[in-house]
């Protein structure tokens, strides 16, 4: 009998506890309904604003994706994260509409990140995309990747670099082309550029970009003469002449156009630089007008 009684106690107590603990501090007792109902799984899409330690990669795979800080190290920075139509059902191939359209977007967003035309820089745009897996996942980004390379001229490669490239051309940088001492032979294709410090002698100087109209990659000489002429009026803006046929008396033109490649994606963005073929100069030639830019006599 006694021991009956004892386990009536118990089996109370117990309820009791039970009870106690499913009401205290206001819970109702069910542990489900509270919480928040997690995501729908979705598509990788990488983010903007950080930086890649490896190379930029045509194609981006998620298990390959491993962003840092920019503070440390790296060789690519992303800008920009844009979207293609999702009804898309494969991913662009170079030369596309598409692609060209994403290459324009990155070209904006890129020069708004950096505060000037990137190409005014030793810097290298590129479009990454999502791999065809990725793709089929129902990815439909487009990656804004730029890198800071040794030069750009012909055989550039990229450099690590530490800190972001966030508003680097808006101030004073070793980024920035400026005076530059040609090497090399008479023609275009042997003449190489080579940055110096204004304050040493140099005989050629970066003045801007030209942007060419839509059209196939130059060639021909026939195909150069509009570069040639857009630069050569980008000259003039610069120095402060007038855009007239005094000026080629004053300067040689040199022109540094996107690769085929690089055309073929959208990029028109055309690199200008006077030329000095009868002197060398200290200090810019920014806005010294035709006193300090005079023609050439022989």
């Known amino acids: 009998m006694r021991r009956a009684f004892r386990a009536v106690v118990a089996v109370v107590a117990v309820a009791a506890l039970v009870t106690g603990c499913g009401t205290a501090g206001g819970v109702d007792g069910d542990l489900t309904d509270d919480w928040a109902a997690l995501p729908a799984p979705g598509p990788f899409t990488p983010a903007a604003g950080v930086c890649q330690e490896a190379d930029f990669t045509e194609t981006v795979a998620l298990p390959a994706y ?45 020069t708004g990140y950096v505060g000037d035309d990137w ?5 290298r745009l590129a479009v990454a995309i999502p791999t065809a897996l990725g793709w089929t996942a ?50 275009a294709g042997s003449l190489t550029l080579v940055p110096t410090d204004c304050a040493a002698r140099h005989d050629a100087e970066f003045v801007g970009v030209w942007r060419a109209p839509d059209g ?18 980008a000259i003039g803006r610069y120095v402060g002449v007038p855009d007239d046929p005094t000026l080629r008396l004053r300067s040689a033109v040199v022109v540094r156009p996107p690769g085929a490649g690089r ?36």
């Open 66 to 110: 491993t962003p840092v800080d920019c503070g440390v190290p790296h060789r690519v920075e992303t800008v920009h994260v844009g979207s293609f139509p999702a009804a898309r059902p494969a991913p662009p191939p170079s030369g596309s509409t598409e692609l060209r359209g994403a290459f324009a977007e990155c070209d904006t967003r890129a």
């Open 216 to 233: 196939r990659y130059p060639t021909k000489s026939a195909d150069w003469a509009p570069l040639y002429d857009g630069c050569r009026t």
């Open 138 to 187: 129902g990815s439909r980004w487009f990656r804004c990747d730029l890198s800071e390379v040794d030069t750009v001229e012909v055989g550039a490669k990229v450099v690590a670099r530490t800190g972001s490239l966030r508003d680097v051309l808006k101030r004073a940088s070793p980024l920035r082309l400026s005076c530059q001492q040609s090497r090399g032979g008479r023609t």
């Open 119 to 123: 190409r005014a820089g030793r810097l």
């Open 263 to 298: 055309w073929r994606v959208g990029d028109r963005g055309v690199r200008c630089y006077l030329r000095l073929s009868d002197r060398t100069v200290t200090g810019s030639l920014k806005g010294v007008g035709p006193a300090g830019f005079p023609a050439r006599t022989r």
